[in-house]
């Protein structure tokens, strides 16, 4: 195992049992080192006759008289030098150890500490605003410190691309409310200057611009809604198939009007859900395809089960399709197929964003395919586990 993934705590319990055994040895060695030579050197402390008797004594022979009781006499003098010097020798070299390993701590403390260093001073750009700011991975450090760098920049990375949405999303929603505020506000200050004349016929022209105008708020509220999930909030049991019958029937004139005549293969499926926010859903792809693909002629809407675990809502037209790099995830605010969809077709290009967002708080899935024969095949996926 790698000194760079192992825990906070057996990195610690390791850099406490090397210092212990550094010091432990400086001293132990040390000590053994100046009780080496401290029988030479106590000998030539010791008058002579003393030596002669120490020497005569480690040899196994009787000292001399003279030189014993020399010896005797200079014993309490002997010992305490000899206290002094092993006291002396121990202090030194404890000193020495604890430098040693002060030294030795300090360096490997600093190299798991140095990625806390780099998370610290990364988190002082975050809060400044620099989202782009990452530590990167680090080869050295505790794995609770890498687990930690990883997860702030999967968040810094988050923000980054939460900050590049909002930026994105507010120049959407100001271009979007430009064009209908702009016809609105010189309009009605050309009837207060009695440059136009109040005709009916403006008059219903402006109610159509107020009315995309609320159509756009109330898409931002769903879109809001979802976002802090608030959007579904009551649910029961939803049969799919009597939801998509009431919102189709509902739709005839809209879809007489753009055209399109009407498929429907509606099998029950039931649902655990909300069914004002599944209807909402369902009207949004109904609407999508009355703008983009009434050219089709026929539109088609299906309801069923996939398995045991998932049930669909699928709608299915015969227009121009959609582009062949389309998925859920490229579906943001105001997203619309192809430059020729714009606001001259109607909508307030949210439809698809309202729809991906009710799937996903039903805790489902917004797919796209091509038709075969040509088209456009929309299906919003849906669970089962809480079906009634």
Not at 16 to 43: H, K, N, P, T
Not at 147 to 173: C, Q
Not at 274 to 290: G, H, I, P, Y
């Amino acid at each position: 195992m790698r000194m760079s993934r192992m825990p906070l705590s057996v990195l610690t319990a390791m850099l406490q049992a090397v210092l212990l055994v550094v010091s432990v040895c400086i001293v132990y060695f040390g000590v053994m080192w100046i009780e080496s030579d401290l029988e030479e050197r106590l000998l030539k402390r010791m008058p002579r006759g003393a030596a002669q008797a120490y020497k005569d004594i480690n040899a196994g022979r009787m000292p001399e008289e003279e030189h014993l009781r020399v010896l005797v006499t200079n014993i309490p003098e002997i010992e305490e030098w000899g206290n002094n010097e092993v006291d002396l020798s121990i202090i030194t070299f404890g000193a020495i150890a604890a430098a040693t390993c002060s030294l030795i701590g300090y360096w490997l403390a600093r190299k798991i500490s140095r990625p806390l260093e780099l998370l610290a001073r990364a988190t002082e750009d975050l809060r400044a605003g620099d989202f782009a700011v990452r530590v990167g991975s680090v080869r050295k450090g505790a794995k609770e410190v890498a687990t930690l760098i990883k997860t702030f920049d999967e968040l810094a990375a988050e923000l980054e691309s939460m900050e590049s949405r909002l930026r994105f999303n507010t120049m959407a929603v100001a271009h979007e409310l430009r064009t209908p505020l702009t016809i609105l506000q010189g309009n009605l200050q050309g009837m207060a200057d009695g440059v136009f004349p109040l005709e009916q016929e403006r008059v219903r022209q402006l109610l159509v611009q107020v009315e995309g105008l609320s159509a756009l708020v109330e898409d931002l509220r769903t879109l809001s809604l979802a976002a802090g999930q608030k959007l579904v909030t009551q649910r029961s049991a939803v049969d799919l198939s009597a939801e998509a019958t009431q919102v189709l029937g509902a739709s005839r004139t809209i879809l007489a009007a753009a055209g399109l005549s009407l498929e429907a293969a509606l099998e029950p499926a039931v649902v655990s859900g909300d069914s004002q926010r599944l209807r909402q859903a369902l009207l949004a792809l109904v609407e999508n395809a009355c703008r983009y693909a009434a050219s089709g002629g026929v539109l088609r809407c299906e309801t069923g089960a996939r398995g045991t675990d998932e049930a669909f809502i699928r709608v299915l037209d015969r227009g121009p399709g959609l582009p062949d790099d389309v998925s859920t995830h490229s579906i943001d605010l105001f997203w619309r197929g192809d430059a020729s969809r714009s606001r001259a077709t109607g909508g307030t290009g949210l439809g698809l964003s309202v729809v991906q967002a009710i799937a996903k708080a039903h805790g489902g899935r917004l797919e796209f395919a091509a038709r075969p024969g040509g088209g456009a095949m929309i299906t919003i996926m849906l669970p089962r586990e809480s079906a009634a």
